[in-house]
Nanobody
């Protein structure tokens, strides 16, 4: 089993930046594609970004392209989400997930989430 723990969330003003981390334990995530999803109040969970196990391909939701960057350090068993130029509409609980591609239903492992709040 893989346990995922997100960190790095918080309150930031619009235009600011945050870097989320997702650290895995239990087993290596080196062979898993990893992703970030988010869920705002009253909305469904949505895809944000994904990265292949090797890091050689990445995918982003249109709403975060050019602003967010997903990366990974397999030696540290950690995945990151660098978020720049944050907007109030980015406010959500952000979840790290492992073992899928784009759709949430594909992912096997999930973290508990970290709150990101962007003030205007």
């Amino acid at each position: 089993q893989v346990q995922l723990v997100e960190s790095g969330g918080g309150l930031v003003q619009a235009g600011g930046s945050l870097r989320l981390s997702c650290t895995a334990s239990g087993r290596t995530i080196s062979y898993y594609n990893m992703g970030w999803f988010r869920q705002a109040p009253g909305k469904e969970r949505e895809f944000v970004a994904a990265i292949s196990w090797s890091g050689d391909w990445k995918r982003y939701a249109d709403s975060v392209k050019e602003r967010f960057t997903i990366s990974r350090d397999n030696a540290k068993n950690t995945v990151y989400l660098q978020m720049n130029s944050l907007k109030p509409e980015d406010t959500a609980v952000y979840y790290c997930a492992g073992g899928g591609l784009i759709r949430a239903s594909e992912y096997v492992y999930w973290g508990q989430g970290t709150q990101v709040t962007v003030s205007s």
